[in-house]
T-cell receptor, first 114, second 111 residues
Framework: DTAVSQTPKYLVTQMGNDKSIKCEQN?????MYWYKQDSKKFLKIMFS???????INETVPNRFSPKSPDKAHLNLHINSLELGDSAVYFC?????????????FGPGTRLTVT | QKEVEQDPGPLSVPEGAIVSLNCTYS??????FMWYRQYSRKGPELLMY????GNKEDGRFTAQVDKSSKYISLFIRDSQPSDSATYLC???????????FGRGTSLIVHP
C-alpha cells in the first residue's frame, strides 16, 4: 500500500494555464505539507495544513492555493502558471498530534511549464 | 548565511568505504535532526531521526549530533552501490513541525 500518493506523476502544460495536483495519505496523519524542489535540489516548504491551521510560506505566490477536502487529502491548485513554476512538487504528511517530526513524502509531481 | 549548509557534492567512493556526510546549522535553537535519503526521481525517505547530542546507530548508518558546534553527520559503513542517492539533512525547531532542509549531498558508490 502506498502511504502518500500523488497524481499526476508528470504534468506538462503551457504558461497561463491553471492546474491541480492531488495528494492522498493513508497513514492517518493529521498534518500534510506541500514542498517545491527546484533544479538545484533545494526542498522548500510551501504549505503546512492540519484541521486547525494553515501555515503559508510567505514567499509562495498567491497563485498557489492548497485545498483540503478531508484529513487524508491535500490538493495543490496553481493559477496562471509561469515558467518559474517548473519544478518537482512533493506532498508529505506527519503525525503532529503524536509530536512526531518525521515526515513521509509522496513520489513527487514533475511540473514542466512551456 | 543559510540556516542549514550542506555540500552538494557529488561524493564518489568505492564500494565498502565509510562515508561521512555533514551539515552545519546556524540557529542554536534547533532541536530535532533528521536525515533523508532521496533516490533519483523519487520522494525523500526518512533514514534517521534524533533530538539529542551524541550518536544514534541503525544498522550500517550512524547519525551524530554536536550541538555545541552546530554540526551533524551521517556515517555509512560498508557502503553499497544501492546507497547511491542524495542525502538531505533536515533540522527543526522545538514546537515547529516544519524542518529546514539542507540542499542535499549526492553520493555515488561505485562497484
Amino acid at each position: 500500500d502506498t502511504a502518500v500518493s500523488q497524481t499526476p506523476k508528470y504534468l506538462v502544460t503551457q504558461m497561463g494555464n491553471d492546474k491541480s495536483i492531488k495528494c492522498e495519505q493513508n497513514l492517518g496523519h493529521d498534518t500534510m505539507y506541500w514542498y517545491k524542489q527546484d533544479s538545484k535540489k533545494f526542498l522548500k516548504i510551501m504549505f503546512s495544513y492540519n484541521n486547525k491551521e494553515l501555515i503559508i510560506n510567505e514567499t509562495v505566490p498567491n497563485r498557489f492555493s492548497p485545498k483540503s477536502p478531508d484529513k487524508a487529502h491535500l490538493n495543490l491548485h496553481i493559477n496562471s502558471l509561469e515558467l518559474g513554476d517548473s519544478a518537482v512538487y512533493f506532498c508529505a504528511s506527519s503525525d503532529t498530534s503524536g509530536s512526531s517530526y518525521e515526515q513521509y513524502f509522496g513520489p513527487g509531481t514533475r511540473l514542466t511549464v512551456t | 548565511q543559510k540556516e542549514v549548509e550542506q555540500d552538494p557534492g557529488p561524493l564518489s567512493v568505492p564500494e565498502g568505504a565509510i562515508v561521512s556526510l555533514n551539515c552545519t546549522y546556524s540557529n542554536s535553537a534547533f532541536q530535532y535532526f533528521m536525515w533523508y535519503r532521496q533516490y533519483s526521481r523519487k520522494g525523500p525517505e526518512l533514514l534517521m531521526y534524533t533530538y539529542s547530542s551524541g550518536n544514534k546507530e541503525d544498522g550500517r548508518f550512524t547519525a551524530q549530533v554536536d550541538k555545541s558546534s552546530k554540526y551533524i553527520s551521517l556515517f555509512i559503513r560498508d557502503s553499497q552501490p544501492s546507497d547511491s542517492a542524495t542525502y538531505l539533512c533536515a533540522i527543526a525547531l522545538g514546537g515547529s513541525y516544519i524542518p529546514t532542509f539542507g540542499r542535499g549531498t549526492s553520493l555515488i558508490v561505485h562497484p
